[in-house]
C-alpha cells in the first residue's frame, strides 16, 4: 500500500469540513418506517458508502436527500442551511447531484444535447444554448469518455455508455455533493473498473460523494467509511472492514449462523425433471438480464437461487412465469413452455409469488385468499383455506382484516397462501424475506419446512438473505451478474461460498 | 431535421399559391378550415409530445377564444382585431386558471381536469343563451374578410406564424427543458428543473395559438356555435390530427389536420358513413404506425 493511498483513504477527511449533514431522517408509509432517525456526515473529498439490503431505506434515503420523497422529520443540511422537504429542483440548484440507477434519456436528442439539458440554466428564455455550455458538455463527455459518440442517438448506445451519460449529466452543474445510486449494477468487469476511477476523481477533485449499494464488498475498494441500514436504521458506521466484521451485519447478512438440512441426492436422482431451463438469455433494451442459465428441478426439490439485487433472480423467474420474452428453451413436464401466455402457465401448475407480493390491498384476507383458489369447487376451496389456515395462523385471526393494513410479513404470509390455493405444483417464491423483521423470518422458515417435508409441491425460492435459503434448499444455485456461477449442496455453499454475502 | 423544413417550406409555397390559381372558393375554403385545425392541432402537440401531458379539452381553449372574441364583437361593437386579442388573452387567461392547479397534480387528472372544462364552458353557454345564442349560436356582425381568398391568406399566415414560432420553442433549450420534464419528469427535476413552470408556459403558449385561430374562426364562419367550437368531438378530431400526424413533431399535425379536414371533404357525398370512414381510417393509422404519418417517413430514414 503507497503512501498517497493512505493520504486520500484516512488523514484528508478527519480535518475537512462535513459538507452534507443528514439528521435524523425519518420517512413513514402509513405504517411502514422505511427510515428512522439517520443521522450522518459527508466531508469534502469523502466517499461515504450506505449500505444495506433490500428494503433496508437506503433508497428512500438518498431520495430524501435529494428532495424527491419528502422526510417526516429530520434535516438535510448542506453547508450549514437546511434543505430537507425542499422540492428536488431547489436541491439540484443549491449544489446536490444525483445518479440515477434507472433513467430515460430523450431519444430524439444526441449524447450532447443530452448532456447540454445538464448545463442549461433553469429560465424560460434562453432559446440559444451559448457556446460556453457546449464546450463545457463536451468537455465532460470526454471526461466520462464519451467523446466519441457525442453525436449519436442514445438508443444506439451500449448500456456502459448510457450509465456514462448519466453520470455526466449529474456532474453538470458541479455539485458539492454526488448522489450515486448502485454504480455498477449492470455493468461488466472493466467497465466497473473505469466507473470507480471515474468516482473516485469525483471525490479527489473535493466533491463529497455518497455511494449507495447492497453489500460492503462491491464497493470497499473505494469507499472512505460505510454506514451500514437494515429496516430503516443505522446497525453500523465505519471504515469498510471494521462494517465487515461488525456482529450486527454479520447477523443481517449471514444470518445468527447457517444450517443446512439437504435431502440425499439419491432422493431425486432417477425421477425425471419437472423444469428444465436450457440456454435461456433476456436482454432489456440494451442490458443483459440473463446469460445462457441452466437450471433444473426435480418433482418434490426445494431450490434456492441464491444472489444479490440485479443479478437476475426475477427475470429468470418472470421467464419461466411466461412474462417477459426470452431465447433459450424452458420445459415443464416435458414439454416446452414457449408460446404460452402467463395465465396457461399458472393454471398449469407453474405458480409465481412475486417479489412485489401484488396483493388485492382493498380487500379482505379472507377474500384475497378466495381469489387465488376461484378456480377449485367448494368444498375444495374450503378444505384447502384451513390447510392454509393451520400452516399461517396469523391468516385465520386477520380473515376479516383489509389486505392493506396488514404488517409487511402478514402480507407475505397472504401472498403465499394465496398462491397456495393455486394448487401449484411448483410455487416460485420471489425474494420472500423483503423487509421483513428477523422474528417474522423464523416464521416464514417454518412454513417453507411444512411445504418442503409434508407437501409434493417442488419450490423454487430467490433470495439474497443467505440464512433463509440455505436451511430448508436441497440444492443451491448462485446467480451473479446474469449467470449462474455456482451450484451445489447447501452445505458446500456454507464452505464455499457464504463470506462473499457479506 | 433541415430537410424537413425544406420539403415544408416548398409544401407551404404550393399551398400558398393554390387560391391564386382560379380554384373554387370551396377548395379555397376547405384549405382554410385546413389551416385553422392545423394551427390547433400544432398548440395541442406542444403539451401532449412535448410536456408529455394529455389535454383533453384543446376545444376548451378554442371555444373561449371564439366565445370571447364574438361577444366583444356581438355586444359592443368592437374592432375586429380588438375582439380577436380580446378572445385570444381570455383563452390564455382562461387556460392558466385551469393549468396551473391541474398541473400540479400527477396522474390522469390532468386530463380529466380539462375534460370536464369542455362541459363546464358548454353548460355556461348554454345556461347564458340570452347572452350566447346558445346551442343555435352567436352571430357576430363583422367578417375577417369578404374575399374567399383573403380569408384564406389570414388562415395561412396564422398557420406559418404559429408553426414558425412552435418550432423555434420546440427546438430551444425551453423545448429539450420541457421534454425531459415530460419523459422522465423526477429526472429533470434532479437536474435543477422547476418542471411546473416549462408546463405552464408550454400550456399558456398552446392556449395562445387555440384561442387566437378560435377567435379568428368566429370571424370566418360569421358565426361561434359549441357544435363547430366547443363540443368534445372538436377537441377529439384536433387530438386525432395531432397523433395521425405524429407527436412531437409540430410539422406532423399540419399533415394530420390536412387529412382530417380534407377527407372528410372528399368524403362528404357519403354522407353519414364519412365521419365513420374518417374516424376508422384515422384508428387504422394510429394502430399500425402510433408515431403518425410523419414518424413513418422519420422512422424508415432511421
Same mark, same amino acid.
Given at each position: 500500500?503507497s503512501?498517497?493511498?493512505?493520504i486520500s483513504a484516512?488523514?484528508?477527511?478527519?480535518?475537512?469540513?462535513?459538507?452534507l449533514?443528514v439528521?435524523?431522517?425519518?420517512?413513514?408509509?402509513?405504517?411502514?418506517? +422505511?427510515?428512522?432517525?439517520?443521522?450522518?456526515?459527508?466531508?469534502?473529498?469523502?466517499?461515504?458508502?450506505?449500505?444495506?439490503?433490500?428494503?433496508?431505506?437506503?433508497?428512500?434515503?438518498?431520495?430524501?436527500?435529494?428532495?424527491?420523497?419528502?422526510?417526516?422529520?429530520?434535516? @438535510?443540511?448542506?453547508n450549514? @442551511?437546511?434543505?430537507?422537504?425542499?422540492?428536488?429542483?431547489?436541491?439540484?440548484?443549491?449544489?446536490?447531484?444525483?445518479?440515477?440507477?434507472?433513467?430515460?434519456p430523450?431519444?430524439?436528442?444526441? @449524447?450532447?444535447?443530452?448532456?447540454?439539458?445538464?448545463?442549461?440554466?433553469?429560465?424560460?428564455? %434562453?432559446?440559444r444554448?451559448g457556446?460556453?455550455?457546449?464546450?463545457? +458538455?463536451? %468537455?465532460i463527455?470526454?471526461?466520462v469518455?464519451?467523446?466519441?459518440?457525442?453525436?449519436?442517438?442514445?438508443?444506439?448506445l451500449?448500456?456502459?455508455? *448510457?450509465?456514462?451519460?448519466?453520470?455526466?449529466?449529474?456532474i453538470?452543474?458541479?455539485p458539492? @455533493?454526488?448522489?450515486?445510486d448502485?454504480?455498477?449494477?449492470?455493468?461488466?468487469?472493466?467497465?466497473?473498473?473505469?466507473?470507480?476511477?471515474?468516482?473516485?476523481?469525483?471525490?479527489d477533485?473535493?466533491?463529497?460523494?455518497?455511494?449507495?449499494?447492497?453489500?460492503?464488498?462491491?464497493v470497499?475498494?473505494?469507499?472512505?467509511?460505510?454506514?451500514?441500514?437494515?429496516?430503516?436504521e443505522?446497525?453500523a458506521?465505519?471504515?469498510a472492514?471494521?462494517v465487515?466484521c461488525?456482529?450486527?451485519?454479520r447477523?443481517?447478512?449471514?444470518g445468527?449462523?447457517?444450517?443446512?438440512?439437504?435431502?440425499?441426492?439419491?432422493?431425486?436422482?432417477?425421477?425425471?425433471p419437472?423444469?428444465q431451463v436450457?440456454?435461456?438469455?433476456?436482454?432489456?433494451?440494451?442490458?443483459?438480464?440473463?446469460?445462457?442459465?441452466?437450471?433444473?428441478?426435480?418433482?418434490?426439490? /426445494?431450490v434456492?437461487?441464491?444472489g444479490?439485487?440485479?443479478?437476475?433472480?426475477?427475470?429468470?423467474?418472470?421467464?419461466?412465469?411466461?412474462?417477459v420474452?426470452?431465447?433459450?428453451?424452458? /420445459?415443464?413436464?416435458? +414439454?416446452?413452455?414457449?408460446?404460452?401466455?402467463?395465465?396457461?402457465?399458472?393454471r398449469?401448475g407453474l405458480?409465481?409469488?412475486?417479489?412485489?407480493?401484488?396483493?388485492?390491498?382493498?380487500?379482505?384476507v379472507?377474500?384475497?385468499?378466495?381469489?387465488?383458489?376461484?378456480?377449485?369447487?367448494?368444498?375444495?376451496?374450503l378444505?384447502r383455506?384451513?390447510? *392454509? /389456515?393451520?400452516l399461517?395462523?396469523?391468516?385465520?385471526?386477520?380473515?376479516?382484516?383489509?389486505?392493506?393494513?396488514?404488517?409487511?410479513?402478514?402480507?407475505?404470509?397472504?401472498?403465499?397462501a394465496?398462491?397456495?390455493?393455486?394448487?401449484?405444483?411448483?410455487?416460485?417464491?420471489d425474494e420472500?424475506?423483503?423487509g421483513?423483521?428477523?422474528?417474522?423470518?423464523?416464521?416464514?422458515?417454518?412454513?417453507?419446512?411444512?411445504l418442503?417435508?409434508?407437501t409434493?409441491?417442488?419450490?423454487?425460492?430467490?433470495?439474497?438473505?443467505?440464512?433463509?435459503a440455505?436451511?430448508?434448499?436441497?440444492?443451491?444455485?448462485v446467480?451473479?451478474?446474469?449467470?449462474?456461477?455456482?451450484?451445489?449442496?447447501?452445505?458446500? /455453499?456454507?464452505?464455499?461460498?457464504?463470506?462473499?454475502?457479506? | 431535421?433541415k430537410?424537413?423544413l425544406?420539403?415544408?417550406?416548398?409544401?407551404?409555397?404550393?399551398?400558398?399559391?393554390?387560391?391564386?390559381?382560379?380554384?373554387?372558393?370551396?377548395?379555397?375554403g376547405?384549405?382554410?378550415?385546413?389551416?385553422?385545425?392545423?394551427?390547433f392541432?400544432?398548440?395541442?402537440?406542444?403539451?401532449?409530445?412535448?410536456?408529455?401531458?394529455?389535454n383533453?379539452?384543446?376545444?376548451?381553449?378554442?371555444?373561449? !377564444?371564439?366565445?370571447? =372574441?364574438?361577444?366583444?364583437?356581438?355586444?359592443?361593437?368592437?374592432?375586429?382585431?380588438?375582439?380577436?386579442?380580446?378572445?385570444?388573452?381570455?383563452?390564455?387567461?382562461?387556460?392558466?386558471?385551469?393549468?396551473?392547479p391541474?398541473?400540479?397534480?400527477?396522474?390522469?387528472?390532468?386530463g380529466?381536469?380539462?375534460?370536464? =372544462?369542455?362541459?363546464?364552458?358548454?353548460?355556461?353557454?348554454?345556461?347564458?343563451?340570452?347572452?350566447? !345564442?346558445g346551442?343555435?349560436?352567436?352571430?357576430?356582425?363583422?367578417?375577417?374578410?369578404?374575399?374567399?381568398?383573403?380569408?384564406?391568406?389570414?388562415?395561412?399566415a396564422?398557420?406559418?406564424?404559429?408553426?414558425?414560432?412552435?418550432?423555434?420553442?420546440?427546438?430551444?433549450?425551453?423545448?429539450l427543458?420541457?421534454?425531459?420534464?415530460?419523459?422522465?419528469?423526477?429526472?429533470?427535476?434532479a437536474?435543477?428543473?422547476?418542471?411546473?413552470?416549462y408546463?405552464?408556459?408550454?400550456?399558456?403558449?398552446? =392556449?395562445?395559438?387555440?384561442g387566437? =385561430?378560435g377567435?379568428?374562426?368566429?370571424?370566418?364562419?360569421g358565426?361561434a356555435?359549441?357544435?363547430?367550437?366547443?363540443?368534445?368531438?372538436?377537441g377529439?378530431?384536433?387530438?386525432?390530427?395531432?397523433?395521425?400526424?405524429?407527436?412531437r413533431?409540430?410539422?406532423?399535425?399540419?399533415l394530420g389536420?390536412?387529412?382530417?379536414?380534407?377527407?372528410?371533404?372528399?368524403?362528404?357525398?357519403?354522407?353519414?358513413?364519412?365521419?365513420?370512414?374518417?374516424?376508422?381510417l384515422?384508428?387504422?393509422?394510429?394502430m399500425?404506425?402510433?408515431?403518425?404519418?410523419? !414518424?413513418?417517413?422519420?422512422?424508415?430514414?432511421?
Amino acid at each position: 500500500m503507497s503512501v498517497a493511498l493512505d493520504i486520500s483513504a484516512g488523514t484528508l477527511p478527519e480535518t475537512a469540513p462535513a459538507v452534507l449533514e443528514v439528521r435524523g431522517l425519518t420517512k413513514r408509509y402509513g405504517g411502514l418506517v +422505511a427510515a428512522k432517525n439517520v443521522s450522518f456526515d459527508v466531508r469534502a473529498g469523502e466517499i461515504l458508502g450506505l449500505i444495506g439490503p433490500n428494503g433496508s431505506g437506503k433508497s428512500t434515503v438518498m431520495k430524501m436527500i435529494m428532495g424527491i420523497e419528502k422526510p417526516n422529520a429530520g434535516e @438535510v443540511r448542506l453547508n450549514g @442551511v437546511n434543505l430537507a422537504g425542499k422540492p428536488a429542483y431547489k436541491v439540484a440548484r443549491a449544489g446536490i447531484g444525483i445518479v440515477f440507477q434507472h433513467s430515460r434519456p430523450l431519444h430524439r436528442q444526441t @449524447v450532447l444535447q443530452n448532456i447540454l439539458l445538464g448545463l442549461l440554466p433553469d429560465r424560460l428564455t %434562453a432559446l440559444r444554448a451559448g457556446h460556453e455550455a457546449v464546450a463545457k +458538455a463536451k %468537455a465532460i463527455a470526454e471526461r466520462v469518455g464519451l467523446s466519441a459518440v457525442l453525436d449519436r442517438l442514445p438508443a444506439t448506445l451500449p448500456f456502459a455508455d *448510457l450509465r456514462r451519460m448519466e453520470l455526466a449529466k449529474a456532474i453538470a452543474r458541479n455539485p458539492q @455533493v454526488v448522489l450515486v445510486d448502485e454504480p455498477f449494477a449492470g455493468l461488466t468487469g472493466g467497465e466497473v473498473k473505469d466507473f470507480s476511477d471515474l468516482i473516485v476523481s469525483f471525490r479527489d477533485e473535493g466533491r463529497a460523494v455518497l455511494l449507495v449499494d447492497h453489500n460492503v464488498k462491491s464497493v470497499a475498494a473505494m469507499v472512505d467509511r460505510v454506514l451500514a441500514l437494515y429496516l430503516g436504521e443505522t446497525i453500523a458506521e465505519g471504515s469498510a472492514a471494521e462494517v465487515m466484521c461488525n456482529e450486527t451485519v454479520r447477523r443481517v447478512y449471514l444470518g445468527g449462523g447457517i444450517s443446512t438440512h439437504e435431502r440425499p441426492e439419491a432422493v431425486f436422482a432417477h425421477t425425471e425433471p419437472v423444469l428444465q431451463v436450457e440456454n435461456l438469455s433476456v436482454f432489456y433494451g440494451k442490458a443483459q438480464a440473463l446469460d445462457s442459465v441452466n437450471l433444473l428441478l426435480h418433482p418434490g426439490e /426445494f431450490v434456492s437461487v441464491v444472489g444479490l439485487n440485479g443479478a437476475g433472480k426475477t427475470t429468470l423467474f418472470n421467464a419461466i412465469s411466461g412474462l417477459v420474452p426470452y431465447t433459450g428453451k424452458i /420445459f415443464w413436464q416435458g +414439454a416446452p413452455l414457449a408460446g404460452k401466455t402467463p395465465a396457461r402457465i399458472a393454471r398449469d401448475g407453474l405458480v409465481q409469488c412475486p417479489e412485489t407480493r401484488e396483493l388485492f390491498g382493498e380487500m379482505s384476507v379472507a377474500e384475497n385468499i378466495a381469489l387465488g383458489g376461484q378456480h377449485l369447487p367448494k368444498p375444495e376451496r374450503l378444505s384447502r383455506r384451513d390447510w *392454509l /389456515f393451520s400452516l399461517f395462523p396469523i391468516l385465520e385471526a386477520r380473515a376479516g382484516q383489509i389486505a392493506r393494513t396488514l404488517s409487511g410479513g402478514e402480507q407475505q404470509m397472504l401472498a403465499i397462501a394465496r398462491s397456495l390455493m393455486m394448487k401449484p405444483k411448483l410455487l416460485i417464491l420471489d425474494e420472500p424475506t423483503l423487509g421483513l423483521a428477523p422474528v417474522i423470518l423464523s416464521q416464514l422458515s417454518d412454513a417453507m419446512k411444512l411445504l418442503r417435508d409434508q407437501t409434493d409441491i417442488t419450490i423454487l425460492l430467490g433470495e439474497q438473505n443467505v440464512t433463509f435459503a440455505l436451511p430448508n434448499a436441497d440444492r443451491v444455485y448462485v446467480l451473479e451478474h446474469a449467470r449462474i456461477i455456482w451450484e451445489g449442496s447447501p452445505t458446500r /455453499f456454507a464452505k464455499e461460498m457464504a463470506s462473499g454475502y457479506l | 431535421m433541415k430537410k424537413q423544413l425544406i420539403i415544408a417550406v416548398i409544401v407551404l409555397a404550393v399551398v400558398g399559391i393554390v387560391p391564386l390559381t382560379g380554384v373554387s372558393d370551396y377548395i379555397t375554403g376547405v384549405l382554410t378550415m385546413i389551416c385553422f385545425y392545423a394551427v390547433f392541432a400544432m398548440s395541442w402537440d406542444l403539451l401532449f409530445g412535448y410536456a408529455g401531458e394529455v389535454n383533453f379539452g384543446p376545444s376548451f381553449l378554442i371555444g373561449v !377564444g371564439a366565445y370571447g =372574441a364574438g361577444l366583444a364583437d356581438a355586444n359592443y361593437g368592437l374592432p375586429v382585431v380588438v375582439c380577436i386579442a380580446i378572445g385570444t388573452l381570455a383563452a390564455v387567461v382562461g387556460g392558466l386558471l385551469l393549468a396551473i392547479p391541474a398541473l400540479r397534480l400527477r396522474g390522469p387528472y390532468f386530463g380529466l381536469i380539462t375534460l370536464v =372544462a369542455v362541459l363546464l364552458l358548454q353548460d355556461m353557454i348554454e345556461i347564458f343563451a340570452g347572452t350566447t !345564442g346558445g346551442e343555435i349560436g352567436l352571430s357576430v356582425p363583422d367578417v375577417l374578410a369578404v374575399s374567399a381568398t383573403v380569408n384564406f391568406y389570414y388562415a395561412f399566415a396564422l398557420m406559418v406564424a404559429a408553426g414558425g414560432f412552435l418550432l423555434l420553442v420546440a427546438n430551444s433549450p425551453f423545448g429539450l427543458i420541457l421534454q425531459a420534464s415530460g419523459q422522465d419528469p423526477v429526472e429533470a427535476q434532479a437536474l435543477g428543473f422547476n418542471i411546473v413552470k416549462y408546463k405552464v408556459v408550454a400550456f399558456g403558449i398552446s =392556449a395562445f395559438f387555440s384561442g387566437l =385561430a378560435g377567435a379568428m374562426l368566429v370571424f370566418y364562419l360569421g358565426t361561434a356555435s359549441v357544435s363547430a367550437m366547443v363540443d368534445v368531438a372538436v377537441g377529439i378530431q384536433v387530438i386525432i390530427a395531432a397523433v395521425l400526424g405524429g407527436r412531437r413533431t409540430i410539422i406532423g399535425p399540419v399533415l394530420g389536420a390536412a387529412f382530417l379536414v380534407g377527407a372528410g371533404e372528399v368524403l362528404r357525398p357519403a354522407g353519414q358513413m364519412s365521419g365513420f370512414i374518417v374516424a376508422a381510417l384515422a384508428l387504422g393509422v394510429i394502430m399500425l404506425v402510433p408515431d403518425g404519418l410523419l !414518424g413513418m417517413v422519420r422512422g424508415r430514414r432511421a
